[in-house]
């Protein structure tokens, strides 16, 4: 099974600057016969169920505001929102799709400082 | 516009089996999967399957294997998560989500449904 984890459990960043958040898997979510990361990212808020953010990696989902953006390939993924937002507090997982059973990180806190 | 609305909260004894549904619309429901991802108190998530809503194939969890069901119903696009033989570390709180082609990241999510399990 591939084990995400995420980089930093927590994190405390001041209303208009960068948060960055990292995802590492234990193997490669590369797809070579399509160069596919299989990698997404969530949001998930109190009491919400998870929002998808990002998927292939760096794929913005519609109606996400440009500020989130995701990199990364093969084992280490980053997902940056540029300019914090009181509304980006949250707890935010990546995900692999790339075999099953499909894992997640185990979540990073983002709260503002 | 895309909508999963899910079966309310149950309580449920330690053995006992509890069936999840998770109803779809906006969409034509024959052309995507759906996922079940719980989520215990306070904790991370994890994935528990998959259904084809086309065919009802199925890709479990090993580690529920034997436990856990999911079957579609097309008459009335719903999806069922049945888990049985309940413990009480599977008080969660029971998600479906739509997958997107085939792959298993979910675009849109029901809102949940609490299952406790207590004696």
């Known amino acids: 099974d591939i084990v995400m984890t995420q980089s930093p459990d927590s994190l405390a960043v001041s209303l208009g600057e960068r948060a960055t958040i990292n995802c590492k898997s234990s193997?490669?979510?590369?797809?070579?016969?399509?160069?596919?990361?299989?990698l997404a990212w969530y949001q998930q808020k109190p009491g919400q169920p998870p929002q998808l953010l990002i998927y292939?990696?760096?794929t913005r989902e519609s109606g996400v505001p440009d500020r989130f953006s995701g990199s990364g390939s093969g084992t280490d993924f980053t997902l940056t929102i540029s300019s914090l937002q009181a509304e980006d507090v949250a707890v935010y997982y990546c995900?692999?799709?790339?075999?099953?059973?499909?894992?997640f990180g185990q979540g990073t806190k983002l709260e503002i400082k | 516009q895309v909508q999963l609305v899910q079966s309310g909260a149950e309580v449920k004894k330690p053995g006992a089996s509890v069936k999840v549904s998770c109803k779809a619309s906006?969409?034509?429901?024959?052309?995507?999967?759906i996922s079940w991802v719980r989520q215990a108190p306070g904790q991370g998530l994890e994935w528990m399957g998959w259904?084809?809503?086309?065919?009802?194939?199925?890709n479990y969890a090993q580690r529920l294997q034997g436990r856990v069901t999911m079957t579609t119903d097309t008459s009335t696009s719903t999806v069922y998560m049945e888990l049985r033989s309940l413990r009480s570390d599977d008080t969660a709180v029971y998600y479906c989500?739509?997958?997107?082609?085939?792959?298993?990241?979910?675009?849109?999510w029901g809102q949940g449904t609490l299952v406790t399990v207590s004696s």
């Open positions: 989500a739509r997958d997107q082609g085939g792959y298993y990241y979910g675009d849109n």
């Open positions: 906006g969409y034509t429901f024959t052309s995507y999967g």
């Open positions: 259904i084809s809503a086309y065919n009802g194939n199925t």
């Open positions: 193997q490669s979510v590369l797809y070579s016969s399509n160069n596919m990361n299989y």
């Open positions: 292939w990696a760096s």
């Open positions: 995900q692999q799709y790339y075999s099953t059973p499909c894992s």
